[in-house]
């Protein structure tokens, strides 16, 4: 199975849409953190970076993804910043898109499984991670 396909929506495809490919809205490079940090420290690294979501990596492989939302629903329960680990709010085992899927795609997948940022791997290995603002930007310029 390819890493884009969404198995639990079988009414979700990737590349068959037309529109831009993600290679043309893919925009940064995969900023990593380790899972043993802190979310004081992810939403360090997020702010430092200006983006929205950190790879979680093993290797070369996303085994999750942890976003200013996840970290977020994390301080209203009361976690502690300084105690918490990104390993106990990550995502894992996050959709992926390739550099062959297009935008439209992108943007189904998103809304399917109710995500905002998706990992692009070229090769099993990631490369970036596109938000829904890329998408939405990319999508809006296809119709202009």
Known sequence: MRPSEVPDDPGVTTSTHAGPPIRDVLQSAV?????????????????????????????????????????????????????????????????????????PAAAQIMLAVGCRHLPVVDDGVAIGIVSIRDVVRALLAQGS
């Not at 085994?63 to 209203?76: F, K, M, N, S």
């Open 31 to 103: 900023v990593s953190i380790d899972r043993t940090m802190t979310l004081r420290g992810a939403a360090i690294a997020m702010r430092r970076e200006g983006i929205g979501a950190l790879a979680v990596m093993d290797a070369d492989e996303v085994q999750g993804i942890v976003t200013e939302r996840d970290i977020v629903e994390a301080l209203a329960r009361g976690e502690d910043p300084d105690e918490t680990r990104v390993v106990d709010v990550e995502s894992v085992g996050p959709r992926f898109l390739t550099l062959a899927d297009s935008v």
